[in-house]
Nanobody
Framework: EVQLVESGGGLVQAGGSLRLSCIASDLTFGDYAIGWFRQAPGKEREGVSCIGSSDGTTYYKRSVKGRFTISKDNAKNTVYLQMNSLKPEDTAVYYC??????????????????WGQGTQVTVSS
């Protein structure tokens, strides 16, 4: 059974940094596009960043570009989201998701097949 487990969330002051990790089991990470999504209270889930399976194409939501960096370690079946210069509006539950049906790139407006349970990120002002 495929499982995705996020970790690395926490409470941080504005301007601080966190690194989220997403570890996958029972799948070949290199075959999957991986996305990071977030959902704040009372808001819809939104795509934050993603990385493609074959070419490693990355994509970032405009509001996090230049502050967040996604990376992937296929040998460790792990995807990271380095988050710098955090802002209170980044507060949300962050989820990673995986899908092997995506041929190219990594769309964020897509219903990924597998999801983790989420990790809370809280940025205080």
């Amino acid at each position: 059974e495929v499982q995705l487990v996020e970790s690395g969330g926490g409470l941080v002051q504005a301007g601080g940094s966190l690194r989220l990790s997403c570890i996958a089991s029972d799948l070949t990470f290199g075959d999957y596009a991986i996305g990071w999504f977030r959902q704040a209270p009372g808001k819809e889930r939104e795509g934050v960043s993603c990385i493609g399976s074959s070419d490693g194409t990355t994509y970032y939501k405009r509001s996090v570009k230049g502050r967040f960096t996604i990376s992937k370690d296929n040998a460790k079946n792990t995807v990271y989201l380095q988050m710098n210069s955090l802002k209170p509006e980044d507060t949300a539950v962050y989820y990673c998701a995986a899908d092997d049906r995506i041929v190219a790139g990594c769309p964020l407006d897509y219903d990924y097949e597998y999801w983790g349970q989420g990790t809370q990120v809280t940025v205080s002002s």
